[in-house]
């Protein structure tokens, strides 16, 4: 009896644990389980926003060739009136604009009171269409800066014999006086005088700025900028050149000794931060700017361009130009010159040409078309957002464009063309004096010269 009685309470403790083990396996298949399904659910949420970012990605790449595109049609645009004389007096700049200015949306917005054609068409446009998710594209116009690498001293330009190089100095030294600017208009000198306009205007509403940047040295801010962008050597006459030279060993960094590419490239420099650059930004560029336009003239180049105009001055300048209700656009220089002679009557003509002259030959000239633009498209998928800043410049090439033939002038000589199709001939000169030819300006393919991804 003791026997059996034993054997059944080992049987029974078998029992107990074989039930144990069995618990525990299911319980490590259950955790197993579990950290499976976590992973599956992560991989797969990891997967479905990698797709997504793929997606929000092409939009955007999309988007860039859309505005490309457009700014393609401008050109095409612009230089088929250049070569038309009489839709050159016809077609003006503001116009043209429209072509790349007005921003896309994808999927199109339709207002309330659009009417039903509109509607349909969008609609069938958003059925047939390839796009999927949301796009937003818009091209802006920044030729209002003046280039920075116009500061640097290319030694396949500069000659240190001779009294002239190009409009370059080999020399740093800035005029410090308030009214420098209205005597020299040279990169350098325009960028000290905004640098510390900017600068003493924030400091008058920032009490903490003031503090960090009361005893600011501009003249070392310019010539560390100089010393980096111009070619080695270049500044070997300057007396200010040992000491960048002696700024950048103390970092270590060795100076590009080449025209800046990126703006990024500025927060290398000694002395340059974060807060001097963005004071900066919207008035100078890296990039080649042909020409500035007045229609995005901002304040503080237009103090620079016409320095006698007092704070009143450049606000009724605003409020002429930028009227919601009848926005002037300035076709060419003679309408600017018309609004500071003969409106307001700030310069003298002479004084006024005087002016503009010294910008041109310093290689800064002014205008009204567009040249250098700034591409922001932004692609949007579910949850992702993908948003590329590409920089655009649209080359120009200036050419002598032959006038066309006078009235009772027969045949085409050689210093006149055959009349265009329904072009209107000029009239026959007094004494038969040769009709002169105009400058022709016509734009070239329009390049991508940075890209950002934000």
């Given at each position: 009896m003791g026997f059996r009685k034993d054997a059944t309470l080992i049987l029974r403790n078998e029992r107990g644990i074989a039930l144990m083990m069995i618990m525990t396996a299911i319980l490590l298949l259950m955790a197993i389980y579990g950290e499976f399904t976590f992973e599956s659910k992560i991989a797969r949420l990891k997967t479905t926003n990698i797709l997504d970012k793929s997606q929000a990605k092409l939009l955007a790449e999309s988007g860039v060739q859309l505005a490309m595109t457009r700014l393609r049609l401008y050109k095409e645009a612009f230089n088929a009136v250049q070569k038309n004389a009489n839709a050159k007096n016809m077609v003006q700049g503001q116009l043209l604009n429209q072509l790349w200015e007005v921003p896309f949306?994808?999927?199109?917005?339709?207002?309330?009171?659009?009417?039903?054609?509109?509607?349909?068409t969008v609609t069938k446009f958003e059925k047939e269409t390839l796009l999927e998710g949301e796009m937003k594209v818009s091209i802006q116009n920044i030729s209002n800066r003046l280039n920075l690498n116009m500061l640097r001293i290319d030694m396949t330009k500069f000659n240190p014999d001779a009294s002239a190089n190009d409009g370059q100095d080999n020399t740093s030294a800035l005029n410090m006086a308030d009214n420098a600017i209205a005597s020299d208009v040279s990169v350098d000198q325009s960028l000290f005088f905004l640098l510390k306009r900017l600068v003493d205007q924030k400091r008058e509403k920032d009490e903490a700025f003031d503090g960090r940047y009361s005893n600011l040295n501009y003249q070392e801010l310019v010539t560390n900028l100089k010393y980096f962008v111009s070619d080695a050597g270049g500044m070997a006459q300057d007396p200010l050149?040992?000491?960048a030279e002696s700024n950048f060993q103390r970092i270590p960094l060795t100076p590009k000794f080449g025209p800046l590419g990126s703006g990024s490239e500025l927060f290398a420099i000694p002395g340059w931060n974060d807060e001097?650059?963005?004071l900066i930004q919207n008035e100078f560029s890296v990039y080649p700017n042909t020409q500035i336009?007045?229609?995005?003239?901002?304040?503080?180049m237009l103090k620079i361009l016409i320095p006698t105009m007092t704070e009143d001055d450049v606000r009724e300048f605003f409020i002429w130009r930028d009227d919601p209700e009848q926005p002037k656009f300035i076709n060419s220089k003679a309408d600017f010159k018309r609004y500071i002679v003969e409106q307001e009557r700030l310069l003298s003509e002479t004084d006024f040409d005087s002016r503009l002259k010294l910008f041109e030959d310093k290689g800064?000239?002014?205008?009204?078309?567009p040249n250098l633009f700034k591409i922001i498209s932004e692609g949007s998928y579910?949850?992702?957002?993908?948003?590329?800043?590409?920089?655009?410049?649209?080359?120009?090439?200036?050419t002598n464009a032959q006038a066309p033939c006078p009235q009772g002038q027969v045949g085409a000589p050689p210093n006149c063309r055959p009349l265009n199709p329904g072009e209107v001939p000029p009239p026959q000169p007094p004494g038969g004096t040769p009709p002169t030819g105009e400058q022709n300006t016509q734009l070239l393919e329009p390049k991508i010269i940075e890209i950002q991804v934000n």
């Open positions: 949306i994808f999927p199109i917005p339709v207002g309330a009171g659009a009417n039903a054609a509109f509607k349909e050149a040992a000491e001097l650059i963005e336009d007045f229609n995005k003239l901002t304040a503080n800064i000239s002014f205008g009204s078309n579910n949850r992702a957002n993908y948003t590329l800043v590409a920089f655009v410049v649209l080359p120009k090439n200036e």
